[in-house]
């Protein structure tokens, strides 16, 4: 141990100087702030998004096309999942509750079950849509189709 490898102890010490504590501390008067202008008083935040009064990116960026506020966004589930499902655990009934509960779908979820891969297994499928493909499907395989 030498004298010019004396540190502090870690968190002993404040770094920087306090601000706004009077014209001797060297930080008083504005207290880092500048002169006058928005960023120099209180209670100021800049907007998301602000670049100094150009024309945002937000703004410049061309618009097209059109996004419906009605929208329904659905879960998709495919057969071939509904196959691996079956099974899995052996049951002849797909629910919503078993759906959630094998981590295909979230609690809130809208389920369409689409026509992807093969379904051999005989199923009573309860779910909120069908395509036209999956439906087929389920029924030619014997199975049921259930819409909520």
């Known amino acids: 141990m030498r004298l010019n490898t ?4 870690k968190g002993s010490v404040k770094s920087g100087k306090r601000i706004g504590r009077g014209q001797g501390s060297g930080r008083g008067g504005t207290s880092t702030r500048g002169h006058k202008g928005a960023k120099s008083r209180s209670g100021y935040s800049q907007k ?8 945002p990116l937000q703004r410049r960026v061309p ?41 295909l779908v979230g609690k809130n979820d809208v389920v369409k079950v689409l026509g992807r891969g093969e379904l ?20 030619k395989s014997g199975g049921e189709v259930v819409t909520l």
């Open 48 to 55: 998301l998004g602000f670049e100094g009064g150009q024309m």
């Open 63 to 103: 618009k097209f096309g059109f996004t419906s506020p009605n929208r329904v966004e659905t879960k998709p589930v495919n057969l071939d999942d509904l196959q691996s499902l079956a099974e899995k655990t052996n049951a002849s009934e797909i629910t919503l509750e078993l759906l959630r509960e094998n981590g």
């Open 120 to 139: 051999k297994a005989k199923l009573k499928v309860t779910a909120h849509l069908f395509s036209k493909t999956a439906k087929e499907a389920i029924e």
């Open 6 to 9: 004396l540190k502090p102890a």
